[in-house]
């Protein structure tokens, strides 16, 4: 299938590690021009270098998401350094998923506000960009646990709060030709992310949350990534306002 990619321009939050370098790769091996950020400045500079082999261009900075003039700042001027955006890929977390103030705190200003503060930014760009050729897309990070929760946890909570404010941004914007939908992914296995630590520190946390897992594992980020770039291409210009679930049967919940 032609997802009708090539040659777009895209911005993501949070693209050196996990689910949100996953995506960068597959843009860019679809053919989208790239800009990127992250806080890890040899990170950033690797990630660079490696997806400007794939021929696209390709532009990372290091930048706080946390920060709300350095985001704004940074997509706005990603923006003119593209030609435009077709796409954004919302994705950092401060990985909040304790229920101190500080994990409150964080979860707040990157998992919440890093969104609401990026779409903000990125809109004028997206509409031009739908207005030209027809179509543009953002595409939110949630997680299972916005639905799913053992204790409390501001993770899940700001979680939960991106589906009800993501769905209300794609009715505002459906009339623009400028699409919004979620993934919420469930247990996701990275070599130096948070299942892997686990597995390494808390082997007892980890077996529970696997054996949680009817296929019997956990996703890679690549999973991930496949899904979020067909919700970013034109091949899905229909699709807005839904949360995909990818999670191999996790939850029990049924979606109606």
Not at 91 to 111: C, L, Q, T
Not at 142 to 165: F, P
Not at 214 to 237: D, H, N, Q, W, Y
Request: with cysteine.
């Amino acid at each position: 299938m032609d997802l009708g990619l090539r040659g777009k321009n895209a911005v993501i939050t949070g693209a050196t590690r996990g689910i949100g370098r996953a995506i960068a790769d597959a843009l860019a091996a679809e053919g989208v021009n790239v800009a990127f950020c992250a806080r890890n400045a040899a990170q950033v500079a690797a990630t660079e270098n490696s997806l400007r082999q794939l021929g696209v261009n390709v532009f990372g900075s290091c930048v706080d998401v946390g920060d709300g003039d350095a985001l704004r700042t940074w997509i706005a001027a990603s923006g003119q350094r593209l030609g435009g955006i077709d796409i954004l890929i919302a994705n950092p977390s401060a990985f909040g998923i304790g229920n101190s103030e500080d994990d409150w705190k964080k979860s707040y200003d990157v998992d919440l506000m890093g969104v609401v503060r990026a779409v903000e930014a990125a809109t004028p760009f997206l509409e031009q960009a739908a207005e030209k050729t027809g179509d543009a897309a953002l595409v939110v990070l949630s997680s299972v646990l916005a639905a799913e929760t053992d204790s409390e946890s501001a993770y899940g909570a700001m979680k939960a709060g991106l589906i009800q404010y993501t769905k209300g941004v794609s009715r505002r914007l459906a009339p623009k030709n400028v699409r919004a939908n979620l993934i919420s992914p469930g247990t996701v296995y990275v070599e130096d992310g948070f299942w892997a630590n686990a597995q390494q520190h808390l082997p007892q946390v980890y077996e529970q949350y696997l054996k949680r897992n009817p296929m019997g594992r956990m996703a890679c980020p690549k999973e991930i990534a496949k899904t979020a770039v067909f919700l970013a291409s034109p091949a899905s210009s229909f699709t807005t306002g839904s949360n995909i679930v990818i999670d191999g049967a996790f939850t029990g919940r049924v979606n109606y």
